[in-house]
Nanobody
Framework: QVQLVESGGGLVQAGGSLRLSCAAS????????MAWFRQAPGKEREFVASISWNGGTIYYADSVKGRFTISRDNAKNTVFLQMNSLTPGDTAVYYCAGALRPASSASSYKYWGQGTQVTVSS
């Protein structure tokens, strides 16, 4: 089992930045690909970014490319999402997830955190 706990969400004005963290415990974190998803009210959960176990392969959704950066620190069992130039359209609950391989489909991820709310005001 892998337990994931997100933090770093909050309220920010449009154009601002936030850095989300996801701390993992349990099975070997470094063996897992990690990803961030988000879900806005009334919408399906959508892929944001993923990173392979060694950070060598990274994917972003087109909607966040150039604004968000995913990274990981395997020594600290933590994955990060740096979010810059935030817009009200980025408002959602953000979830981190773990899987054996990077993927953009939520169904590919076995382990999920409880989510952290990000609200961007205009």
């Amino acid at each position: 089992q892998v337990q994931l706990v997100e933090s770093g969400g909050g309220l920010v004005q449009a154009g601002g930045s936030l850095r989300l963290s996801c701390a993992a415990s349990g099975r070997t974190f470094s063996g897992f690909a990690m990803a961030w998803f988000r879900q806005a009210p009334g919408k399906e959960r959508e892929f944001v970014a993923s990173i392979s176990w060694n950070g060598g392969t990274i994917y972003y959704a087109d909607s966040v490319k150039g604004r968000f950066t995913i990274s990981r620190d395997n020594a600290k069992n933590t994955v990060f999402l740096q979010m810059n130039s935030l817009t009200p359209g980025d408002t959602a609950v953000y979830y981190c997830a773990g899987a054996l391989r990077p993927a953009s489909s939520a169904s590919s991820y076995k382990y999920w955190g409880q989510g952290t709310q990000v609200t961007v005001s205009s």
